[in-house]
């Protein structure tokens, strides 16, 4: 009741119902600028800038960077022909808008040639990279949008927005094949973490943004103005169709004070790379090196496993995998998390199940246990242990950094040095995770090995005691008592004791 209310109260403001089915269900939130939107903070992905190699190749993001009060940068597509300021629409456009409403039409006009020109000329060795991945996602992402009943075409929308790069990063942070920011992407139910960041993934990804379009057609009742609310926020464009009564994309976007630079070629954009991906030898495309379509199987695997341990044992290009499991930011998979479903080429499955008990845990760093003592915050442990305050918070499922108690053991993973240079080895306040069992095993055999021993004292700390020291180091009470014969039959120790430790 209350969506349907909100959706009647935009439809106030712009002067006329919007066009969407009874369906609808998104009511129009706050313009991407003012933070508060749950859609609209995609917007900020679709205006960020791919960083990849690719991107930085293409010279149309010196165009992209819409600054105020700015001059057209030289040789960029905007300068291919004059400004358009005629509000007079084709025909075409008429047409192709009133299908937008259903899917999303390929017309050609100057805005598109200029993209198309921009493609086949400066733009073209960029553009040459994209056709040679378009092949590898296209068909899979195309059966998404199917599923979710949205226009295939608007596959292309992707490839603007990063070049079908699953590894895509923007100078504002928005991340993979369709450039979600963090917060948008939790929102569509990705994962956005240490270990693991879906809006890499190609499937998931491809599923969250047919969903986020489809509540921006709900909204505008047109596929155009929807992929245009996607590079500025839905606010942008409410804004632009209230201020001209009008809702025909080319209309709007001949007017500079409707849309910045960015939004306003971003429809063209897509068009033009959908009609040369459609014919590409028409456009003088004839050689391109095609990837071939990504073709897997899920199968489990322990958790800490390093991808490139699984292409060892199954003989799959480690590229390859990486590309399939985007997802796996570090690489492995995660810990803590129990069997993880890795997706691996189908030829490779029944390799893979075969040798999987032959694949090492990947030991990421050394582990140890820290026991959260007064004045302790997960940043201090962290810089102690040349650790990362996120990794220890996942690592250990802390949802808050601040809720910490006393006497709380956390495992740290630990690098060999931290970063300005300190030793990061283990304090007495924590014990190595990866050590201890070893040095069980050669107590047991009457030997300890030099990187398991133990030093040779240990100066009692606030909280301590003879069995928790004696837990510490791996050994019993009586072999502390019995190396420290001044300790008493009570074994009661004070702060700043010094108490030797067996050898």
Known sequence: MLKSYRRL?????????????????????????????????????????????????????????????TEPVENTPEDLEPEVVSSDLRKEEIEADRLARQTFPLVQNEFVDKWITYFTGRGRKTFERWLGRSTRFIPLMKDVLRQDGLPEDLIYLSMIE??????????????????FIKGTGTRYDLEVGYWVDERRDFVK???????????????????????????????????????????????LSRKKKNFRSETRNYVPKIIAAALISKNPERYG??????????????????????????????????EKLEILNAELVRGLTPPKRGPYSIKVPKEAKERLI????????????????????RGDSLGSIARRYGSDVQEIMELNGLKSAKRLRLGQELSIPVRERASRGRRSTPRSGARSRNAEPVAR????????????????????????????????????????????????TKGAVRVGQRLKLPN
Not at 211 to 227: D, N, P, V
Not at 293 to 309: C, I, K, N, S, Y
Not at 357 to 366: C, G, L, S, T
Request: proline share 5%.
């Open 441 to 488: 095993a050669a107590r047991a055999s009457g030997r300890t090995p030099a990187s398991t021993r133990a030093p040779a004292s240990h100066v009692v700390r606030r909280g301590e005691n003879l069995t928790s020291i004696a837990h510490r180091y791996g050994f019993t009470v009586p072999q502390l008592r019995s190396v420290n014969p001044g300790l008493g």
């Open 205 to 251: 990804s491809s599923h969250a943004a047919a969903t986020y379009l489809k509540e921006l057609h709900q909204i505008f009742g047109s596929w155009y103005l929807a992929a245009a609310a996607y590079n500025a926020g839905e606010g942008k464009v409410l804004a632009a169709v209230r201020r001209d009564r009008s809702r025909n994309f080319w209309e």
């Open 354 to 373: 075969a040798s999987i008990d032959k694949i090492p845990a990947k030991k990421m760093k050394d582990m140890v246990l820290h026991t959260i003592r």
């Open 285 to 318: 495309f004839a050689e391109i090196a095609y990837e071939e379509p990504l073709d897997w199987d899920f199968v489990q695997v322990p958790e800490t496993v390093d991808l490139r341990g699984v292409a060892e044992v199954t003989g799959v290009d480690p």
């Open 162 to 179: 990063s070049g079908f790069n699953v590894k895509a990063k923007s100078h504002a942070k928005a991340v993979g094949p369709w450039q």
């Open 9 to 69: 109260l935009w439809g106030f403001a712009l002067g006329t119902p919007l066009l969407v089915g009874s369906c609808a269900h998104q009511a129009p939130r706050a313009d991407k600028a003012s933070g508060g939107s749950k859609l609209a903070a995609k917007g900020d992905a679709g205006a960020a800038r791919d960083e990849d190699d690719d991107a930085e190749d293409s010279e149309e993001e010196a165009e992209e960077e819409d600054v105020a009060n």
